[in-house]
């Protein structure tokens, strides 16, 4: 069986419309469309990422900045004997003020600030037109009065003669003997106007009721003088105040209490007279503990002939007794005043702030004592800020062996 082959007719392209050419690269444009979405995809999703990756590292950062830096300090401790020291107020013993018992205007005045009075020495002089006028219709009013007393007497008398003889009736006695008691009684009113009159002129003078300095002088010649003390519109003409010896009133912690007792010795130091002790005794107590300050209030008498203690002054009180045993000490910069009390800021082991409250023994100027809730091996905070609380977190700042602050 032979094959025949038969041959097809070549198929020719028809041409398109005029003027169109066939497509061409569209494939290629589709991958450069893909690899583009692809590359804005990639940064993208890189920005993304490094913006989360920056707010963990920002809110870790906030995180660790939250929790503060502080220094850590311990109790410094006293050991061995010593004296029990207190600040003492120097008061005078006697402080008085000087008020006028009269009205007028200041004549003249004999003594000034700073002036040393002896009991009865004349201060001031007050010129009283007023009362001198008063007293002098007092005394008229006076022997008017007396006049009229005689008068009613003789009458009184007479009368009663005449009744032995039925002369003039009972009636009329009984009037005058009634006219001339009356008249007695405005006797002794006008006796005593007369004399509330010349005590009150006796005030126009005024002295010295005891012997000390004259501290103050608030009239001056001319000046209008209210009688007493009458409030604002009122002032004391001096003050007066003794002293020698003077009052050093001690607020004494309630622990140190039981040592403090009648006629014993304290002394005072003062700044401004180094290496020399001004002695005297407690002389009283309050008898009571203050409920607010825990102290008790002590009264120590110091000698003062001399005038070298002035009233007003700050002074260390030494008392004659003794302090034995473990006591510590705390600087006033470490100290938080809070409500229920004195607490310092002590830090653990776990690195969080325990609000320990103190029993506070003497004021020692920089420091403090503490006589109770800490112990030397508390590590505590130097300068910790207002805002620390219980529990709070805390990071601590290193320090080198030397550098714990005191």
């Not at 893909?34 to 963990?56: E, P």
């Not at 700073?114 to 007023?130: F, M, N």
């Amino acid at each position: 069986m032979t094959e025949t082959s038969v041959e097809l007719p070549e198929k020719k392209l028809q041409p398109g419309p005029a003027g169109s050419t066939p497509p061409r690269g569209g494939g290629q444009l589709m991958k450069w469309f893909a690899v583009l979405f692809l590359v804005f995809a990639v940064l993208g999703l890189y920005s993304f990422v490094q913006r989360k990756t920056s707010h963990q590292v920002l809110a870790q950062q906030t995180v660790r900045m939250a929790v503060p830096y502080v220094a850590l300090i311990h109790a410094t401790p006293i050991n061995g004997e010593s004296v029990l020291v207190l600040p003492g107020d120097v008061q005078s013993y006697v402080d008085s003020p000087i008020y006028a018992r009269t009205n007028g205007y200041l004549k003249k005045w004999y003594k000034d600030i700073g002036s040393h009075v002896a009991k009865g020495d004349l201060l001031a002089e007050i010129d009283t037109p007023e009362i001198d006028e008063q007293l002098s219709q007092a005394r008229a009013d006076l022997a008017t009065s007396q006049a009229n007393q005689d008068l009613a007497g003789i009458t009184a008398k007479r009368y009663q003669d005449l009744l032995k003889s039925d002369a003039v009736s009972k009636q009329d006695v009984d009037n005058y003997n009634g006219d001339y008691t009356a008249k007695q009684a405005m006797g002794q009113s006008a006796a005593s106007n007369v004399k509330r009159l010349e005590d009150l002129e006796s005030f126009k003078r005024v002295y010295a009721p005891f012997s000390g300095v004259i501290t103050r002088r608030n009239v001056d010649i001319g000046t209008l003088i209210n009688a007493g003390n009458g409030g604002n519109s009122t002032k004391e003409m001096f003050d007066l105040a003794q002293t020698d010896p003077l009052r050093v009133y001690v607020s004494v912690p309630q622990t140190y209490a039981p040592s403090i007792h009648a006629d014993l010795k304290a002394c005072l130091e003062l700044p401004e007279f180094p290496g020399r002790d001004f002695c005297g005794k407690v002389v009283r107590t309050a008898g009571a503990v203050d409920p607010t300050t825990r102290t008790l209030l002590t009264e120590v008498d110091v000698p003062n002939p001399s005038n070298s203690l002035l009233q007003g002054e700050y002074a260390e009180v030494h008392f004659d007794t003794k302090l034995s045993g473990e006591r510590l000490t705390v600087p006033n910069n470490a100290l938080l005043f809070r409500p229920g009390g004195t607490m310092v800021a002590v830090v653990g082991s776990n690195d969080h702030v325990e609000l320990r409250k103190l029993n506070i023994g003497r004021d020692l100027g920089t420091s403090v004592e503490v006589l109770g809730g800490l112990s030397p091996n508390d590590a505590f905070v130097i300068n910790p800020a207002d805002s620390l609380e219980q529990d709070d977190e805390v990071r601590i700042t290193p320090t080198t062996p030397n550098s714990e602050p005191h």
